[in-house]
């Protein structure tokens, strides 16, 4: 290997994917690889829970702050809901996640942390765990209400 994954990442992914595709596996940096294939999954998991807090802070808001609402609220919603079920459809093995208590305990605290900060309400007059089911989350017709 001429370029080292420490130095510079995408150097070292180019030359990689060149020995792949020559056929070369005896020079791959087989524990880097792995690490990468890791990274690409756990992305795709940030990606949901970024989405799923962005949608919760947003019904948070429109429960919370009903004389505030707007189409720019709602455009968000759905426009977040939209692309959560498209990832979900895309990939599905992250439908896993919402079956999973730590995931959704991380969406909902960075949701109830972006609503306080975004209505000026602490934290504290949020609920402490999402009170919505996840299939309601996802129904482009369904609005909390206040």
Not at 33 to 44: F, L
Not at 93 to 100: E, G, V, Y
Request: charged share 30%; with cysteine.
């Amino acid at each position: 290997m001429s370029v080292r994954y420490e130095t510079d990442v995408v150097a070292w992914a180019n030359e990689q994917a060149r020995l792949i595709r020559a056929g070369r596996f005896d020079l791959l940096d087989l524990e880097h690889i792995a690490e990468e294939i890791e990274d690409v999954g756990k992305s795709e998991q940030r990606e949901l829970a970024n989405r799923m807090a962005v949608l919760l802070a947003h019904l948070l808001k429109w429960q919370f702050q009903p004389e505030r609402r707007g189409s720019s609220w709602e455009i968000t919603i759905r426009e977040q809901r939209k692309a959560i079920l498209r990832r979900l459809k895309n990939t599905p093995s992250l439908k896993a996640s919402l079956n999973d208590n730590d995931w959704w305990a991380d969406a909902w605290g960075d949701a109830r942390t972006a609503a306080s900060n975004e209505t000026g309400l602490g934290a504290d007059a949020f609920p402490e765990n999402c009170p919505w089911a996840s299939d309601e989350l996802l129904d482009q017709d369904w609005f909390p209400k206040p």
